[in-house]
């Protein structure tokens, strides 16, 4: 059978209010050039739709670059009616695709938690056997209908990743691609295939008379859809020596998505350095719900000050009954060969607002246990200027005491800093480095800044400038990091710098170090320059 047109809408009964809720209107581009297309929520965060709905003109179906969709996306779930206000609009940030057949997991930017995702047929269809087809596109009336409708097909044959189906009372038209194949039965709903390719018999403004259509199968391809809904989201890596081998490591805390019962899953990996390079990453903690990456903001040293560094995140605990903003400290100690479960170490009953903080770890006091600092967001001054101001919470070996404001001031805007930690001139007690922004000078010139916090053991000094871009040099563009590069027993800045971007989309870094003086800073070096795999 030969199939000309991309399936994309289905000719059909409109389905009652709340009817078949998982299924998700999907909005790809935006103005004249956008286009729809019809998915099903598998997860709380994952919707299960066509390749083909993303792939640019005149490039094949599959497989999809992984990443962001190139267009900006959108998915309504659980509007039936979509002139009514039910149900949910989220955007859609990252693409997984096969590379066998016309099918991509598309994430979600939140989980939708009060839909029940539609559970995947564990067996193929079979020749006679009856699909309900679903989706929101066009029908023999409307060229863009407002309503969920459903048809009635009939498997003819069944292919290594295809079903073949012809039309029983409904077509699929434009609009509907990537949108559900029921096997309705016991009074329960699985989702069999997914609308591919079909002639659009039955459609307005059609002519053909072929009613039939091509399905792509999925109940070999349920390993897969685990795997993609727990696979690592974002990460966020600390560096440490974690096992106390006199050697730094690194350790990387992953978002694993939502489970199927909508909680937020965390796991945390070690990659232990062996001097010349890095072992496999081995998982040291994971969580199957209840402690969220997207609230988390990590850093490492060692709290209890046994000489191995340990992982410390600081969390959001969301809001108080009396509406209040509610932080706290959670310590993954270091055993030298695994990480203990998260222990609160510090919280507030609110007034300290986890998303107006910044953190890093260094021994401010010293007294060879780290403590950490927060470079927080005061708000607005009486006239006008922006406060930024520094907390420390000090370790005792086993907890952190409660933050004490050890610097701030009006003027230096809290959103322009990039934080990190370091003896930065060698008397033994952690100071602080921000690189700032600067913006952008008459001449277009993107500026930026290195100011140090110097520490004298109970507080930090006024920031000092030790070095400002004379070109352009990005701070949006900039990740720093401290250590002390040339063994000399001050701490120096290193800058990770996106480069550029390659004409095939891949980006360009460069490593940047600015070492210290004692007083200051030398002018940044070069030190290497790569492109993305």
Not at 152 to 163: C, I
């Amino acid at each position: 059978m030969t199939v000309t047109a991309p399936a994309q809408a289905v000719v059909g009964n409109g389905v009652a209010n709340g009817s078949y809720a998982f299924t998700a209107k999907l909005d790809i581009g935006e103005g004249n050039a956008k286009r729809a297309c019809t998915g099903s929520l598998v997860d709380a965060q994952w919707i299960l739709t066509a390749s083909s709905c993303f792939a640019a003109a005149g490039q094949p179906a599959f497989p999809l670059p992984a990443g962001a969709p190139t267009l900006k996306t959108t998915a309504t779930i659980g509007r039936t009616n979509l002139a009514s206000t039910s149900g949910k609009v989220v955007q859609v940030t990252e693409l997984v695709s096969r590379t066998d057949r016309d099918l991509v997991m598309a994430k979600l930017a939140q989980p939708v938690t009060d839909i029940d995702p539609v559970v995947l047929a564990n067996s193929a269809p079979v020749a006679g056997e009856s699909l309900r087809a679903v989706g929101y596109g066009r029908t023999a009336a409307a060229w863009v209908p407002d309503r969920l409708h459903a048809g009635n097909f009939s498997v003819s044959a069944t292919g290594s990743t295809t079903v073949a189906v012809t039309r029983d009372g409904g077509s699929i038209c434009k609009g509907d691609a990537g949108g559900p194949a029921l096997r309705e039965q016991d009074g329960k709903v699985l989702l069999a295939a997914v609308h591919s390719t079909s002639w659009q018999a039955g459609c307005l403004h059609s002519d053909e008379t072929r009613g039939e259509a091509v399905e792509t199968r999925l109940d070999d391809i349920t390993d897969w859809v685990t795997q993609v809904r727990g696979l690592p989201q974002g990460s966020q890596v600390a560096s440490g020596d974690f096992n106390g081998d006199g050697r730094e490591d690194v350790a990387a805390f992953y978002d694993n998505g939502t489970s199927t019962e909508g909680k937020n899953m965390s796991s945390l990996f070690a990659f232990y350095s062996n001097g010349t390079g890095f072992a496999a990453p081995k998982k040291v903690w994971s969580t199957p719900g209840g402690f969220t990456w997207s609230r988390s903001k990590l850093t490492s040293g060692d709290y209890n000050g046994d000489g191995k560094d340990d992982v410390a995140v600081f969390y959001d605990g969301g809001t108080s009954a009396d509406g209040k903003q509610v932080s706290s400290l959670y310590t993954f100690t270091s055993n030298g060969s695994g990480f203990s479960s998260p222990k609160q170490t510090w919280t507030t009953p609110g007034g300290f607002t986890w998303s107006r903080g910044q953190v890093t770890s260094g021994d401010y006091n010293d007294d060879g246990k780290d403590d950490v600092a927060v470079f927080y967001d005061g708000g607005t001054s009486a006239d006008g200027k922006q406060v930024s101001s520094l907390y420390t919470f000090t370790s005792n070996g086993t907890d952190f005491n409660n933050p004490r404001k050890t610097w701030t001031t009006s003027g230096f805007t809290w959103s322009r800093g990039k934080l990190t930690s370091g003896d930065y001139n060698g008397d033994g007690k952690d100071d602080i480095a921000v690189l700032y922004n600067r913006g952008t000078s008459e001449a277009g010139v993107l500026q930026s800044s290195l100011y140090t916090f110097t520490n004298n053991g109970t507080d930090f000094a006024t920031p000092r400038e030790v070095w400002a871009s004379t070109g352009s040099f990005s701070w949006a563009a900039s990740q720093p990091v401290s250590g002390d590069f040339d063994k000399d027993g001050k701490s120096d800045v290193g800058v990770l710098y996106r480069t550029a971007t390659t004409p095939d989309g891949r980006r360009v870094d460069s490593l940047f170090s600015f070492t210290s003086t004692g007083t200051g800073v030398k002018a940044p070096v070069k030190h290497w320059t790569g492109s993305a795999i």
